[in-house]
């Protein structure tokens, strides 16, 4: 069983940055593959951002690549976000997944383990 918090959501002006943080617990953290997605309200799920366990892969969402950087902490047990040059567009509940055996890192249904979530709401 794996735990996940996402904390750092928050309100910003578009242009801004905000770095959002997933903390893990109850597995090894170093074997799990972690992932973002973001879900806007009347929208589906989205992949925003993935890292494999052994942080030699990241994979990014075109309408992300270049403005926001995953990385991981697996002293810390933590994933992260930094999101710089947001844009209204952004805004959505922000959720951090994991799973240890991830073929296809954009696809919401391979991840076993899920945050609550955090909004991040940019306003123009």
């Known amino acids: 069983q794996v735990q996940l918090v996402e904390s750092g959501g928050g309100l910003v002006q578009a242009g801004g940055s905000l770095r959002l943080s997933c903390a893990a617990s109850?597995?090894?953290?170093?074997?799990?593959?972690m992932a973002w997605f973001r879900q806007a309200p009347g929208k589906e799920r989205e992949f925003v951002a993935a890292i494999r366990w052994s942080s030699a892969n990241t994979y990014y969402a075109d309408s992300v690549k270049g403005r926001f950087t995953i990385s991981r902490d697996n002293v810390k047990n933590t994933v992260y976000l930094q999101m710089n040059s947001l844009k209204p567009e952004d805004t959505a509940v922000y959720y951090c997944?994991?799973?240890?055996?991830?073929?296809?890192?954009?696809?919401?249904?391979?991840?076993?383990?899920w945050g609550q979530g955090t909004q991040v709401t940019v306003s123009s």
């Open positions: 109850g597995r090894t953290f170093s074997r799990l593959n």
């Open positions: 997944a994991a799973d240890p055996r991830i073929v296809q890192v954009v696809v919401a249904s391979e991840y076993g383990y």
